[in-house]
């Protein structure tokens, strides 16, 4: 017995259209919420040496900076820890009518403040060229 005799039997369809309007909304909202940003960076190359280390030269000015924060110039220990007796310690050490660079050693435990405080005694007492020595590792 077959009773479906009188209906004709409709082939089955994928409506395609909704499914795509349904894409296109999820893709403007994706990209109205991405946030398109560019990282700039600046690329540096460092110059390299093969030369061996220099030994020390008259034109500079030798800072070492202990573990306690205690300061020397040429190797002569300045009384505070104060910038203004640091400054008066590098005009001191200076000689006349030259440009000598200030080269800090600074102790691997010692205060940054006090490396930064012999920064800015070298700056106040007009001597601009600011280095950093630093010990080869082994």
């Given at each position: ?10 082939e ?14 999820i ?21 390299t ?33 104060d ?56």
């Open positions: 017995m077959d009773f479906r005799r009188g209906r004709h039997r409709e089955l369809e994928i409506n395609l259209i909704p499914m795509i309007d349904l894409l296109l909304v893709i403007i909202f994706l990209m109205l919420t991405t946030t398109y940003s560019r990282f700039s960076g600046l690329e540096i190359n460092l110059p040496s093969d030369a061996s280390a220099t030994p020390d030269q008259p034109n500079e000015i030798n800072v070492a900076v202990t573990a306690n924060g205690d300061v020397m110039v040429n190797r002569a220990p300045v009384g505070s820890h910038v203004v007796a640091i400054v008066e310690a590098l005009r001191r050490a200076t000689p006349e009518g030259k440009s000598p660079v200030v080269v800090i050693n600074a102790d691997a435990k010692s205060n940054f403040q006090a490396v930064v405080d012999v920064m800015q005694a070298s700056q106040k007492a007009g001597l601009p060229s600011v280095s950093f020595a630093t010990q080869a590792t082994k």
